[in-house]
């Protein structure tokens, strides 16, 4: 139930070879009137967006890294152009 006050997760959905990759844009807020806030971190490129209700926050030394073993993580990859 969207209730005032309420979190929710915004996503990117970007269908891969291996799947599909969440990625997330940012964050959104139910408001007193039902309507929603929606604060973007990144723009999709297929201008699609997901938003659902956030999960509770976890341990990030528990959920460090990427998909694999010993990958960093998108916080911890470099943003830039290409080299």
Do not use: C, Q
């Given at each position: 139930?969207?209730?005032a006050g309420k979190r929710l997760a915004v996503f990117s959905i970007r269908e891969g070879k291996g799947g599909s990759i969440w990625v997330r844009a940012g964050s959104a807020f139910v408001n007193k009137d039902g309507?929603?806030?929606v604060l973007l971190d990144v723009l999709p490129l297929d201008g699609k967006l997901h938003v659902r209700e956030a999960a509770e926050k976890r341990d990030t030394a528990a959920t460090a890294g990427g998909r694999y073993a010993?990958?960093?993580g998108l916080d911890s990859m470099p943003v830039g152009g290409h080299s």
């Amino acid at each position: 139930m969207l209730m005032a006050g309420k979190r929710l997760a915004v996503f990117s959905i970007r269908e891969g070879k291996g799947g599909s990759i969440w990625v997330r844009a940012g964050s959104a807020f139910v408001n007193k009137d039902g309507s929603l806030n929606v604060l973007l971190d990144v723009l999709p490129l297929d201008g699609k967006l997901h938003v659902r209700e956030a999960a509770e926050k976890r341990d990030t030394a528990a959920t460090a890294g990427g998909r694999y073993a010993g990958e960093p993580g998108l916080d911890s990859m470099p943003v830039g152009g290409h080299s």
